[in-house]
């Protein structure tokens, strides 16, 4: 019987092992989705500026507060992004967002060149 009870533990403790880890992991991937989608939503709303506009001038720019996963102040995402000129009609986009889960910084950036108005 006490056999039996110690193999019992020993399964009870590796299945909540992997419920802790199944859950870590399920985290860790739904806020990189959430971070991956707040970049992709303002790349595409400054692809969709008029060239001319103070939107797309060239120089760094950052969010004033760290965003929530839907781009309202008060999260865990820091959020920047650079414009960089490809010529006089161009530009190069570069949007980063970093975060801090678990002990440990994460970033994702995306990339585009747009000539405005969504092109």
Known sequence: MLIAMSVLAFGMLAAASMQYSTVRNNTTGNTSTQANSLAKA???????????????????????????ANGTPGGIYNRSWRI?????SARRIRVTVEWTKFGRSRQVIVRSNTKGSGV
């Not at 303002?42 to 929530?68: F, H």
Request: proline fraction near 9%; hydrophobic fraction near 40%; avoid cysteine.
């Open 42 to 68: 303002q790349l595409e709303m400054l692809k969709n500026q008029d060239i001319g506009s103070t939107a797309l001038a060239v120089g760094d720019y950052v969010d004033p507060a760290p965003v929530d």
């Open 84 to 88: 960089d000129p490809l010529g006089t």
